[in-house]
Every structure is written in C-alpha cells, then in structure tokens.
C-alpha cells in the first residue's frame, strides 16, 4: 500500500478496497521499523492517528467523506498541533504543547487527514541540511550517510521512504523544494499569503510559506485546494478565490512558453545535473511547449540579500523565546538578566544564534541604512526582473539544487558554502513567486530537481506543467531501494 501515491490511496479508499484504520496502522508500522534508521519523525502520534482514522471510516460509510478523508500525512513540527508538542526542531520549544491547531492543520483536519505525527526539521527552520536540529540529523533514504536537506528535510524523507503519502512543509528559501530534489519528490512553494500562517512558528516573515511535500504534481493539487484561502487570522493572507486544483490538470501544454533562465544555467551548476535539467526542456518542449530564453540579471545577489533580511526578521521574531512565558528556562537564574542569557543561551543552537546576531547588527542603528535598507531596495530589482521574465514566459525553468545531496558534516564547518545550496531557490522567496521541485533524472544514483516558478497566485498553470511532465516520465515513480521498497 505504501508504493501508491496519496490520488491512489484516495481511491482505493473511496473503493472501499481499503479502510482508513489499515492505511494508518501500515503506515504507523513502517513508520515504527524504518525511522529509527532516518530520524524523519521527532513525535509519532500514533492513538490520535487511529482515532481519527475511525472518525475518517465513519464518515465515509455516511457518505460525508472528501477525496483527502482517512488519507495519512505528517506535519512538518513547524506547525502548531492542539495537545501535541510543537518543538520546531528545538531545545527550546521542546516542552511546549501547543493549546491551538494552526490553520493547515485545522483545514486538513475538517479535510478528514489522518496525522500520523510530526516530522524533524532544521532548529526553527533554519538551515539547508537538517543538520541542526535538536534531536539529531535527519538522513537521505537514498544514501543514510547524505542529508535529505533542509529545513523540511523530516518531511522530505518521511513521503521518500514511504513512511507517509504526503507531509506539510515550510519554504523560507527553498526549505520545501531544496529537499524535496534531494530525495526525489515533488516539493510545492505556493505564491507567498496564498496559504495561511497563522499557527506555523515564524522566522521570517516576509518570506515563510507553507506548501506541501507528495509524490506527484497530482498529490500536491489536492493537498493545496484543501490548505489554500483567505483566514482573517493572517493580515498576511491574501483574499482570493482558490480553484480546484486537482481539476485543472489537463495536461495540455500547447502554447506555454517555458523560459529558461540564463542566470540558472551557469558555471556553478553540476555538469550532469545540467543534462537532466536541458533534458527536461525537451520532454516539455515535445508536449507543446515553446522554449524561450529569459534572463534575471540580479538573481547573482538574491543570496547576500536574503541573508540579511530573513536574519534581520528572525532577530525580531525569536525575541519572544526569553524562558519567562514558554519554552526552555535555565535552572536557577539568579536574576531577570541570567534568566534572559542563560535560557536564551541554552535553548538556541550555533546557527540560530548566528542568525540572530547578524539580523541583530544589521538592523542596529549604524548600519540598518547600509544593509537592511539596501537589501530590501535589491530585493525590488529581483522581483522586477521576475515581473519582466514574465512578460516573456508563463513558467520559468532551472535545477533546484547544484548539486545532488551531499555527506553528512561535509557543509556544517562552513555556513556560505551550505548557504549558497539554496542559490537556484531564494530568488522565488523574495519576490513571493510560486514554485516546485520535481524529479527529473539521476546524478550518481542520487535524485536530482527540476524547478519550476510562476507568477503570483498561478499555481494552477505551475502544477499542470509539473503534471504532464510528470505524466510523460517516470522520475517521481522511482523510490529508494533496500529497506524502504
């Protein structure tokens, strides 16, 4: 069963071929005897799951049940879950329990979703290697010794092997299609306010958007018509109509101008990752689509610039984690300030802290006009050159990744060499663009990424390419071998 993607599992479902408490006590298995090796799960909620796959049978045999009822997924542990730790990846969330759904969660559980648990991340979601959690790296099941990326990387490997048909995740840089590349699956940014983020624990906010990790362009449609809409709760969210994105894929790409991006076919991009990529071009090219090239002249600085706004913004929001209210408190301050330092101290991983001193020192007095001003003034010019690429195209197309995952520990000595892992994906953050990561090929027996950007709030036309491509090719159907067949 857990070789069907979530559409299939909808169906056998809806077939009675299946029921809602087998799906969730397989996957629960697989779960139990494969993620000791992965490290993809920091809490399997396993009672809940199965009451709710009792509720998901009832409601199907009272003719009340949706296309996502009794379907299991995981939530990335970025998201608020009534009665269920929310850690984010974190020492210092690690005894909260959160008192509220937040609102994906509340959706896809109206939507009748089985929870099976919540999946590892990178501390607060910040890293590109899910190296930094508290509880410990999460592995690629495609090589145990390479990271799965990150921040979603729990998520990531948790739909990968099989452990879950599909997993929410978050992108603030590419922490959803980064991942997703790595270990072979398709990984959806929406447009940024097309999904709310009231509930999901913020570390940049001008950025951070919730999207979903599948197996296929199919699964991603119907987890995002039922995640999508307006929610007074996010000032954020944006109030537009939201279609039935599982309905609108044709798979007609007759007449689409696909551009490729000159800037994303550059010299740091792995030679055979290159190939997969211009081999992808063609599938497209042969199903209708007409091949353009397009050029984003600042994408070059969409590094350095997000890495002095989402700082700066994660400075501001990780304020509230003192040790007074929630999270981690030090033992024993000896007043206010040791409280202050030591909980702070302690509760915080490397890269957080180094996070938050640089977004600290750039929003200080001194130099809030010579960087932060600045950054936010490049931030404009990359989204004008967006706004001019579309003039000419309907969907931009590059690698997702330079390379394919790396060995655990290769990156974590040098934090610009594992920022610059996320130089194909930062540019769609700061402009608020759409964007997927699909499976395209094989570099070294490891999955590498297609990435596919649209303009604002089309994920429809985004998600329809993705599917005839995925429609033409096999990429997505491949899985790790070994223990997780």
């Known amino acids: 069963m857990h070789q069907h993607t979530l559409s ?64 299991p997924i995981a939530h990335k542990d970025i998201f608020c879950t009534a009665g269920v730790k929310t850690s984010c990846g974190s020492r210092m969330l690690d005894s909260f329990v959160s008192p509220y759904d937040a609102t994906v969660v509340e959706r896809l559980d109206a939507a009748g979703v089985v929870c099976l648990g919540k999946t590892n991340m990178d501390e607060f979601a910040m890293g590109s290697s899910n190296e930094t959690s508290w509880y410990g790296p999460v592995r690629n099941p495609w090589d145990l ?67 979903t990790l599948t197996r296929s362009a199919e699964d991603a449609a119907l987890l995002l018509t039922a995640m999508a809409g307006h929610d007074p709760r996010d000032s954020t969210c944006v109030d537009v109509p939201v279609p039935d994105y599982a309905a609108g894929l044709s798979g007609d790409l007759t007449g689409l101008r696909v551009g490729l991006v000159r800037e994303f076919l550059d010299d740091g991009l792995d030679g055979d990752n290159r190939k997969a990529i211009e081999a992808a071009a063609s599938v497209l090219q042969d199903l209708g689509a007409e091949l353009v090239e397009v050029s984003l002249p600042n994408l070059g600085l969409s590094v350095p610039t997000y890495y002095v706004v989402a700082p700066a913004e994660c400075s501001s929001n990780l304020s509230r984690f003192d040790g007074v209210r929630f999270g981690h408190r030090c033992e024993d301050p000896r007043d206010l300030l040791d409280l202050y330092e030591r909980s702070r101290s302690e509760g915080f991983g490397a890269e957080v802290k180094r996070r938050i001193l640089t977004g600290t020192y750039v929003l200080s007095a001194g130099y809030y006009d010579a960087y932060y001003l600045k950054a936010q003034k490049v931030r404009q010019l990359i989204a004008a050159d967006f706004r001019e690429a579309f003039g000419r195209a309907d969907v931009l197309l590059g690698p997702t990744t330079p390379t394919p995952a790396f060995r655990l520990g290769e990156k974590t000595d040098n934090p610009v060499t594992m920022y610059l892992n996320d130089i194909y994906t930062i540019g769609a953050n ?24 649209a303009d604002h709030f089309d994920e429809g ?18 899985a790790p071998e070994g223990a997780f067949a």
């Open 145 to 211: 010794e390479r990271v799965p990326g990150g921040s979603s990387g729990g998520s990531a490997a948790a739909v990968s092997a099989r452990l879950a048909p599909a997993a929410t995740g978050t992108d603030t840089g590419g922490s959803i299609r980064q991942p997703a590349a790595l270990v072979g699956i398709t990984g959806l940014k929406p447009t940024y306010g097309r999904v709310s983020r009231y509930g999901m624990i913020a570390f940049a906010s001008s950025l951070d958007q919730a999207g």
């Open 430 to 453: 700061l402009a608020g663009l759409p964007g997927m990561s699909v499976p395209c090929g094989f570099v070294n027996d490891l999955p590498v990424g297609l990435h596919l950007i």
């Open 461 to 478: 036309r985004l998600l329809n390419t993705a599917h005839a491509f995925q429609q033409a090719t096999g990429w997505h159907r491949r």
């Open 8 to 71: 299939e599992l909808s169906g056998l479902l809806a077939g009675g071929e299946v029921s809602s408490v087998e799906l969730t006590r397989h996957f629960l298995d697989r779960v139990a005897s494969l993620d000791p090796s992965l490290n993809a799960f920091i809490t399997v909620t396993a009672d809940q799951a199965l009451a709710a796959a009792v509720e998901a049978d009832r409601r199907r045999s009272a003719g009340e049940a949706g296309p996502l009822t009794g379907v």
